[in-house]
Nanobody, 123 residues
Framework: QVQLVESGGGLVQAGDSLRLSCAAS????????RGWFRQGPGKERDFVAA????????YYADSVKGRFTISRDNAKSTVYLQMNSLKPEEPAVYYC????????????????WGQGTQVTVSS
């Protein structure tokens, strides 16, 4: 079983930056992809970014491409989401996820989820 714990959320102003972390434990992540999703008030949980563990290939939602960066630290089994130029419409609970493949851009592609970390963007 994989356990994921997000951290790094908080209150920021529009235009500010924040880095989220997701630490994994429980089993090897060598075959997993890692992703970030977010869910705003009254909205669906949307794909944000993903990274393949072995190759490091990255994928981004169009809405964050160029502003957000997903990265990994293999030694720490940790994935990061660097968020720059946060927008007022982007407050959400951010979730990290791990999956064995499939559609990286949907929830169906992931098997394990963290509890989420709140990001609040003030304007």
């Amino acid at each position: 079983q994989v356990q994921l714990v997000e951290s790094g959320g908080g209150l920021v102003q529009a235009g500010d930056s924040l880095r989220l972390s997701c630490a994994a434990s429980g089993r090897t992540f060598s075959r997993y992809v890692r992703g970030w999703f977010r869910q705003g008030p009254g909205k669906e949980r949307d794909f944000v970014a993903a990274i393949t563990w072995s190759g490091g290939s990255t994928y981004y939602a169009d809405s964050v491409k160029g502003r957000f960066t997903i990265s990994r630290d293999n030694a720490k089994s940790t994935v990061y989401l660097q968020m720059n130029s946060l927008k007022p419409e982007e407050p959400a609970v951010y979730y990290c996820a791990a999956g064995g493949g499939g559609d990286l851009g949907t929830e169906a592609g992931y098997d394990y989820w963290g509890q989420g970390t709140q990001v609040t963007v003030s304007s």
